[in-house]
């Protein structure tokens, strides 16, 4: 994850082959419940650092404390998960499951499929040679975003993904510098627990 960008502007097609490579996320039912909000430019990009500098707490943990630096992010794409896209999906006659209940869904895969997009993105930036960060935007934003944005009450910010150009210089780090990544030894367990 890359917290510093430079303000050196992406090709179009980069953005697009970004953009591209979420689309090819895996889906329950191939339901494809999820749109992507791509801001780029100080006209798109400035009211949305505001409104997530607005939600910040003072413990400075949130990504808009490091405003400069990471709000230089030429590109900023917002995946947003729709449940009832899943519940309808679910309803068709293929799966059967008429009444749209969500006890049937006891994994919010809207959720976990929009964040599939997300780490396509965030793999596409590296793949480019780029730097990408994905962050959360709180919930008590959620409504403001979307008055802002036009976005659809159905639609939830899952977060967001700026992309942009390293500035290894103003990179202050993350959890990483503080935390080590656990040992595969640790993480994986083969055949039984």
């Given at each position: 994850?890359?917290?510093?960008?430079?303000?050196?502007?992406?090709?179009?097609?980069?953005?697009?082959?970004?953009?591209?490579?979420?689309?090819?996320?895996?889906?329950?039912?191939?339901?494809?419940?999820?749109?992507?909000?791509?801001?780029?430019?100080?006209?798109?990009?400035?009211?949305?650092?505001?409104?997530?500098?607005?939600?910040?707490?003072?413990?400075?943990?949130?990504?808009?404390?490091?405003?400069?630096?990471?709000?230089?992010?030429?590109?900023?794409?917002?995946?947003?998960?729709?449940?009832?896209?899943?519940?309808?999906?679910?309803?068709?006659?293929?799966?059967?499951?008429?009444d749209r209940d969500e006890?049937?869904?006891?994994?919010?895969?809207?959720?976990?499929?929009?964040?599939?997009?997300?780490?396509?993105?965030?793999?596409?930036?590296?793949?480019?040679?780029?730097?990408?960060?994905?962050?959360?935007?709180?919930p008590e934003l959620f409504?403001?975003?979307?008055?802002?944005?036009?976005?659809?009450?159905?639609?939830?910010?899952?977060?967001?993904?700026?992309?942009?150009?390293?500035?290894?210089?103003?990179?202050?780090?993350?959890?990483?510098?503080?935390?080590?990544?656990?040992?595969?030894?640790?993480?994986?367990?083969?055949g039984r627990w």
């Amino acid at each position: 994850m890359v917290r510093a960008f430079t303000a050196e502007p992406l090709d179009p097609a980069v953005t697009g082959r970004i953009l591209a490579a979420a689309n090819r996320a895996p889906s329950a039912g191939f339901s494809q419940g999820y749109a992507l909000l791509v801001l780029d430019g100080p006209d798109q990009l400035g009211p949305f650092w505001e409104l997530i500098r607005s939600g910040e707490d003072d413990d400075g943990g949130s990504p808009g404390s490091a405003a400069g630096p990471l709000a230089n992010a030429p590109l900023v794409v917002v995946p947003l998960s729709c449940k009832q896209i899943y519940l309808d999906r679910y309803a068709r006659p293929d799966k059967g499951w008429t009444d749209r209940d969500e006890v049937h869904w006891p994994v919010p895969y809207w959720d976990i499929d929009t964040g599939f997009t997300a780490l396509l993105m965030l793999l596409a930036a590296v793949d480019e040679g780029l730097g990408a960060l994905f962050f959360g935007i709180v919930p008590e934003l959620f409504g403001r975003f979307r008055a802002q944005y036009g976005v659809p009450e159905g639609y939830v910010p899952i977060g967001a993904v700026a992309v942009g150009h390293p500035d290894p210089a103003a990179d202050l780090g993350g959890s990483s510098s503080v935390i080590s990544r656990r040992r595969l030894d640790d993480l994986v367990h083969r055949g039984r627990w």
